[in-house]
């Protein structure tokens, strides 16, 4: 008897899972069929108060289970390698016996340190409060040598407010991030942000502010001294220009252009990127065109072909970006398409395939010591991938719940805090700050009493 009763609940089994299988591959159209609960409930179409089951609640549902189950795994002690059998022993013995060239090992190190950096809860303190951030971050950018990073949160009562993070402890092994104590506070959205350089590198930071009510937008350039700690004789904003509609800024670093700014505007070509070595801007456009300006042609007007260079993506450019070899650009679009452009042949040479976007002004980030090219996508990944052959080498889940309000923003460097900083990714979510490091025994960072 207890054997045929056996037989009977294994034939049970059996049959609920042919009957499962039945069900996944014969979906009843507008129903969803419900695994645990073994039923099916009907699908409505849109947002409602009496069945809340949706696909896109259901799709929502989906991805925050894929999400939990990645950050598991990627918080575990063991990640994946970047390619089959590369490993820092493995690469160290290939140097020394001459197998690989100084800048080839550089790389390939950073590939394997970035697939296996551990994320670190970082608190944002300042010398006079130990209050935790409560205020989402809505932009952080570094300065060019990853010292400072400067921040726009978004505050409850509308507005934003700015300042700039320091770090600290890092000698000891540690990061601790010290937030200026002086800061700016606006009723106005603040659109974008980059460091200029006016009387010294990095010396000012130019902001987009938004226009509100009878107020127009502007472009302001606020000296860096203004947020410091040690500063008592602060001087004034420097100036600002009253642009309407500025939502993109980037600062030119070529003599031949000294003390040049471009702005984008809401209707007319949006990003900006100027090349170092010749005044020459770059532009993306709505229309998945990028083109080119020589600042040295520009009293010549349009009738004598003001562009000098250009090409076209499948839709609309989100973030340009040019090498060091300034014979490359790298761009993305709403497409999530990002290519490298070889200019002179205008033509796409490597993409870069992962990347999720569909709306969404996104910046890409380039690293080029490190070999790096890095992304946050609309679905709130964040994806590294090799410049030198497009591999993705890591997809890091967001340590919240995706969703628009809350997409990271990231800074990575091999030197976070100077030239003797710490390598690895800084990650801004909501009000939460992430610092994901390549020492696997890094330890958290130091109070600012403790820091030296």
């Known amino acids: 008897m207890k054997r045929g009763n056996w037989r009977a609940s294994g034939t049970d089994r059996q049959r609920q899972h042919s009957q499962s299988q039945w069900r996944s591959r014969h979906q009843l159209p507008g129903f969803y069929f419900d695994p645990e609960k073994n039923r099916y409930f ?7 108060n009496c069945n809340p089951l949706t696909k896109e609640g259901l799709q929502k549902k989906e991805e925050e289970k894929k999400r939990s189950a990645l950050l598991a795994e990627d918080d575990g002690p ?17 140097r020394h016996l001459g197998l690989l060239p100084p800048s080839s090992y550089s790389r390939l190190i950073h590939e394997v340190k970035v697939s296996g950096m551990q994320r670190h809860r970082l608190e944002v303190q300042s010398s006079n409060s130990t209050s ?9 950018v570094a300065d060019s040598a990853c010292e400072r990073v400067f921040t726009v ?15 600290h402890g890092y000698r000891k092994g540690s990061l601790s991030v010290e937030m200026c104590d002086n800061l700016y506070f606006t009723n106005r959205k603040v659109n974008s942000v980059c460091w200029a350089s006016v009387t010294h590198t990095d010396s000012h930071v130019l902001l987009c502010l938004v226009g509100i009510s009878q107020t127009p937008g502007c472009v302001s350039l606020l000296p860096a ?19 309407s509609t500025a939502w993109s800024c980037a600062w ?7 003390k040049t700014f471009s702005t984008g505007q809401f209707l007319t070509p949006c990003l900006y990127a100027f090349l170092h070595y010749a005044p020459v801007l770059f532009n993306g456009c709505r229309s998945g065109e990028i083109f080119s300006i020589d600042l040295r042609q520009r009293d010549r007007g349009r009738s004598h072909g ?9 839709s609309a450019i989100t973030s340009i970006q040019l090498l060091q070899d300034e014979n490359y650009l790298l761009a993305a679009d709403m497409l999530g398409k990002i290519k490298l452009w070889d200019i002179r042949v205008k033509r796409s040479v490597k993409q870069y395939e992962g990347h999720h976007n569909e709306y969404a002004y996104l910046p890409i980030h380039v690293n080029e010591p490190e070999g790096l090219l890095l992304a946050v996508g609309q679905d709130c990944y964040t994806r590294l991938w090799s410049l030198h052959d497009s591999s993705l080498l890591r997809t890091i889940p967001s340590p919240h719940p995706a969703g628009k309000d809350s997409i990271p923003n990231v800074v990575f460097s091999s030197q976070l805090g100077g030239s003797r900083g710490l390598p690895g990714l800084l990650m801004a979510v909501r009000h939460d700050l992430y610092y994901y490091s390549y020492n696997k025994d890094y330890q958290d960072g130091l109070t600012l009493e403790g820091q030296c």
């Open 42 to 48: 009907r699908l409505l179409p849109g947002h409602n």
């Open 78 to 94: 063991r990640k994946k390698a970047p390619r089959t059998g590369l490993n820092s022993a493995l690469l160290l013995q290939k």
């Open 132 to 140: 935790p951030n409560t205020d989402n971050f809505h932009l952080i």
């Open 153 to 167: 949160n978004d505050v409850s009562h509308g507005g934003c407010k700015y300042g700039i993070m320091n770090f």
């Open 225 to 243: 001294s203004l947020f410091s700690n040690f500063n008592p004789d602060q001087p004034g904003m420097l100036c600002s220009f009253k642009i």
């Open 252 to 258: 030119c670093l070529n003599p031949q252009a000294d």
């Open 306 to 314: 003001w562009k000098t260079s250009r090409f076209f993506q499948e």
